[in-house]
């Protein structure tokens, strides 16, 4: 089977000390990218671990494809114990960063450890293996991510696609903290940018020519390519923004924090509006599709990259801002400040609501501010929507703790289930019924008869994570060609998917999550029932837990190393 090579690399941030890890025999099985820091993850941080603690471990991992010449292939996974869910999480980001990591000699990194002063960490590659510089950076105490770019170029001549980074958000903890790369792109559900804070770690660079041979099986590698570049798909130019107000008219986005089902500017943020502001192309690590969004407005100084759909929805419906500038202008200090825009965004929509502010676009980023730097009310939302609300006396739309993605489970039940059954909570990319409800291949009413489909969903989403290919390249990236890419049959992609969302599930198990915890803050119908389909459907136990005999130790035991 195809899968990433080189040993992990194990950094103790606190002990200023640096270990290659062999884990070929964990990459053969589980490929790269989430599946692979899922098992290090579950079989190494302590299950009663801290998620701020030295114990707690942050993994950031590739794929086997991204020195490849395909398109959608060039994204890198992270991993960790969330300080937002309090389980285990997994999140992606395009960029270009996979190049410069797989370059320096390795398939994993291990961050663990807590550092007495805020360090840059340089990791490049060396004759017996990757090499460690530890930087004390100081003068970037509070920094956002572009000034942290600025330094690694002037100070190591290096750019912000060999870098992951955080803002302030990171370093003072707020549990929705994203990690950027590229300045643009975040690894940003479930909060790891707090992971690194509590480490101390404000950046890590990647640089080498030593990335591994792998041979990309062709085909379908060229097809996939070629196809990418002739499509015609409205998502290349206008994103994943271009269905916005098909969705808002035929089904729902949730307005004012979910006081409403469809928001009455919704042309004024859609697809289109973003259009007008793109001014030029956009793309990751070698694809060819480029659906990115680098936007500006002249008239009001903001040069961003967005909104993306969700983006429009959390600091656009559900904040009832109906100006595209606000938006851009939301949108892009997440990004300095380095924070998860659905969550963030999701968490000030119900401060407006408890204040009963909702379209005050200037108290949406005068809060940003504050929540980044934990200042007056900022200290509060930096909790999230499941901390915060009953403070602000509004509902918690949360689940597991991680705010809803747009994609409205009121009026698509199967992706209702899907946020209440996953892992991760309430996020659209982990099990993704959204789109069968949306063509209407599966009708959107109702919840029973849809965990089968669901498990295979999530299952396949787990081997995309792994790959790690970017989710919109999913048309091109069928069954029959994961089996070509892969050399397996598609069935053993289905059980590695299995076997990372046990691992997950296992974890979270272990911290006290149950059958209780699948639940929504909506009624929508059959969910109780629904969710013990889908137990049965995956040998689970009636109250959501996995046997402890289901889950075998894989990665080499921390210690060991
Ligand atoms: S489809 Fe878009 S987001 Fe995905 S890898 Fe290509 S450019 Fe990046």
Redesign the pocket.
């Known amino acids: 089977m195809l899968h990433a090579k080189g040993p992990m690399l194990t950094v103790d941030v606190g002990e200023r000390s640096a270990d290659t890890v062999d884990i070929d025999s964990v990459l053969e099985r589980t490929i790269g990218g989430r599946a692979t820091a899922t098992a290090l993850a579950h079989d190494r941080i302590p299950f009663d671990a801290d998620p701020f603690g030295p114990e707690n471990r942050a993994y950031l991992s590739t794929g086997p494809m991204q020195m490849s010449r395909t ?2 292939t ?2 890198m996974n992270m991993t960790g114990l969330s300080p937002l869910t309090d389980g285990l999480v997994s999140t992606n980001a ?1 960029g270009y960063l996979s190049r410069n990591f797989v370059g320096a000699g390795l398939s994993v990194l291990e961050l663990v450890g807590e550092s007495d002063e805020l360090l840059a960490i340089h990791v490049t590659d060396g004759p017996e293996g990757p090499e460690v510089e530890f930087e004390a950076v100081p003068e970037l105490e509070g920094a956002e991510t572009s000034r942290v770019s600025a330094y690694m170029e002037s100070h190591h001549d290096l750019g912000p696609e060999n870098c992951i980074t955080i803002g302030p958000a990171g370093e003072n903890l707020v549990r929705f903290a994203s990690v950027m790369t590229f300045d643009s792109r975040a690894f940003g559900r479930g909060g790891i940018g707090a992971v690194l804070g509590s480490k101390n770690v404000k950046c890590v660079t990647f640089e080498g020519d030593s990335a591994p041979e792998v041979e990309i099986p062709d085909p379908p590698a060229m097809d996939v390519h070629r196809e990418a570049a002739t499509s015609d798909d409205l998502m290349r130019r206008q994103g994943t923004t271009g269905n916005t107000e098909f969705i808002n008219d035929n089904f729902s986005i949730p307005t004012r924090y979910f006081d409403d089902y469809e928001f009455e500017s919704i042309a004024s943020i859609g697809g289109d509006a973003v259009e007008e502001k793109k001014y030029k192309k956009g ?2 690590s070698q ?1 060819a ?4 969004l680098p936007t500006k407005d002249e008239e009001r100084g903001v040069e961003t990259e967005g909104p993306e759909f969700e983006t429009v929805y959390s600091f656009g419906t559900c904040q009832g801002v109906g100006d595209i500038v606000d938006v851009m202008i939301s949108n892009e200090l997440c990004d300095e400040l380095g924070m998860d825009t659905i969550s963030a965004g999701v968490t000030v929509a119900a401060y407006l609501k408890s204040e009963d502010a909702f379209g005050d676009a200037e108290l949406v980023h005068e809060t940003l501010e504050k929540i980044a730097h934990r200042e007056g009310i900022g200290d509060l939302l930096a909790e999230g929507t499941a901390r915060a609300h009953e403070e602000l006396g509004v509902d918690n739309y949360t689940v597991k703790g991680l705010e809803f993605a747009a994609h409205d489970g009121r009026t698509l039940h199967g992706q209702g289930l899907s946020y209440a059954v996953a892992n991760r909570g309430a996020d659209h990319m982990y099990g993704g019924m959204l789109g069968l409800e949306y063509s209407g291949e599966v009708d959107p009413e109702g919840t029973l008869g849809k965990a089968e489909t669901l498990v295979g969903l999530e299952n396949h989403n787990v081997v995309r994570d792994s790959g790690v290919i ?1 989710a ?2 999913g048309d091109y990236m069928t069954d029959e060609r994961l089996e070509q890419l892969f050399g397996v049959e598609y069935e053993r992609l289905q059980e590695i998917g299995a076997e990372a969302i046990e691992r997950e599930r296992h974890f979270n198990n272990k911290r006290g999550k149950d059958v209780a915890d699948d639940d929504l803050p909506y009624e929508i119908p059959d969910l109780a029932e629904a969710v013990q389909e889908y137990y049965a459907a995956r040998g689970w136990n009636e109250d959501g837990t996995v046997p402890d005999t289901e889950v075998d130790s894989v990665a080499p035991a921390a210690g060991d190393d």
């Open positions: 398109s959608f060039g994204r395009g793309a990751c694809c599709y480029a659906c990115k970017c919109f390249g």
